[in-house]
């Protein structure tokens, strides 16, 4: 069973670091592009960082370049994503997905369940 399993989330206050988790089951997720994604309340999912899956090559959203950062460990079969400096407008749902090209949203084929980040201030 193809399977995407997130953790790491939790309250932050600004300025602080979280380090999300996705783990990979059923399938190799060093076959595929990866990414992570996040939805704020009212807002559309949006594509914060990314991995080709042709060239390997780095995307992130203008919103968390330079305090975001994620990378994936072929041995664990696991994808990760290093949130330094957060902010408030940080908070939101995020979603692990594999299966899919850059940061199109629309074009991955395989989610996790999302995990909640929330500004504590």
């Known amino acids: 069973q193809v399977q995407l399993v997130e953790s790491g989330g939790g309250l932050v206050q600004p300025g602080g670091s979280l380090r999300l988790s996705c783990a990979a089951s059923g399938f190799t997720l060093s076959y595929y592009g990866v990414g992570w994604f996040r939805q704020a309340p009212g807002k559309e999912r949006e594509g914060i960082a990314c991995?080709?899956?042709?060239?390997?090559?780095?995307t992130y959203a203008d919103t968390v370049k330079g305090r975001f950062t994620i990378s994936r460990d072929h041995t664990k079969n696991s994808m990760f994503l290093q949130m330094d400096s957060l902010k408030p407008e940080d908070s939101g749902v995020y979603y692990c997905a594999a299966g899919g090209f850059y940061c199109q949203s629309d074009s991955y084929n395989y989610w996790g369940q999302g995990t909640q980040v929330t500004d504590s201030s």
């Open positions: 991995i080709s899956y042709s060239d390997g090559s780095i």
